[in-house]
């Protein structure tokens, strides 16, 4: 499936994701913690320079993010974790939307899952992939920031990563724009996967 990436808009915030007013359409949704780079990302993905706003205080955002991409798809931008100076109250809601949202029958076509390259994954890290496998969603690993390493220190970082967790990582610069086509790609393969499923489902 072709997806034009340079076709996007940022849809709406949703702080109950089970009434966000969209149609219902494959979504790709990004997790991380809060300074793992997320909306740098998405606009080295959208190829704009601020569909979505880098905050200089991470965990700044609190709600669920929608993009338009192409008319195809939604990049679904879930509120960052682990950020130590939120209050507990604050982490518990953001907790809560982000499992509101996974019970929320979404069309859910992949996970893109951030960590940062130059450190081992966390335990919120570890929580999440704990989470992501429970549920049984297909998911990615991104690992961001990679233009701080040098190749052959990303090769091991990858190895390594893709050890531990038994699923493809991906490399990822904002800087440079490194894994921008790969991370394209599979969001293009998934979400043709997703609709041919679907609707050999819905035939049954």
């Given at each position: 499936?072709?997806?034009?990436f340079?076709?996007?808009?940022f849809i709406?915030s949703?702080y109950?994701v089970?009434?966000?007013?969209?149609?219902?359409?494959?979504?790709?949704?990004?997790v991380?913690?809060?300074?793992?780079?997320?909306s740098?990302m998405i606009n080295k993905?959208l190829?704009?320079?601020?569909?979505?706003?880098v905050?200089?205080?991470?965990?700044?955002?609190?709600?669920a993010?929608y993009?338009d991409?192409?008319?195809?798809i939604?990049?679904?931008d879930?509120p960052g974790y682990?950020f130590?100076?939120?209050?507990?109250a604050e982490?518990k809601?953001?907790g809560?939307?982000?499992?509101?949202?996974f019970?929320?029958?979404?069309d859910?076509?992949l996970?893109?899952?951030?960590i940062?390259i130059r450190?081992e994954?966390t335990?919120?890290d570890?929580?999440m992939?704990d989470f992501l496998?429970s549920?049984?969603?297909?998911?990615?690993?991104?690992?961001?920031?990679?233009d701080?390493?040098?190749?052959?220190?990303?090769?091991?970082q990858?190895?390594?990563v893709s050890?531990q967790f038994?699923?493809?990582?991906?490399?990822?610069?904002?800087?440079?724009?490194k894994?921008?086509?790969?991370?394209r790609?599979i969001i293009?393969?998934?979400?043709?996967e997703f609709?041919?499923?679907?609707?050999?489902t819905s035939e049954e």
């Open positions: 499936m072709n997806i034009n340079n076709d996007a808009n709406t949703a109950d089970r009434n966000a007013p969209v149609e219902r359409r494959p979504e790709i949704v990004m991380g913690r809060s300074n793992v780079g997320k740098s993905l190829n704009r320079k601020s569909i979505a706003k905050s200089e205080k991470p965990g700044k955002t609190a709600a993010n993009y991409v192409g008319k195809k939604y990049l679904v879930l682990g130590a100076l939120r209050s507990k982490r809601s953001w809560s939307l982000t499992g509101d949202y019970d929320s029958d979404r859910i076509a996970v893109l899952f951030l940062d450190h994954p335990e919120d570890l929580l992939y496998m549920r049984e969603v297909p998911f990615c690993i991104a690992a961001t920031k990679a701080k390493l040098s190749a052959k220190q990303i090769d091991e990858i190895e390594k050890r038994m699923v493809r990582v991906v490399p990822f610069s904002s800087k440079d724009g894994g921008v086509q790969p991370i790609e293009e393969d998934v979400t043709e609709l041919k499923e679907k609707a050999e």
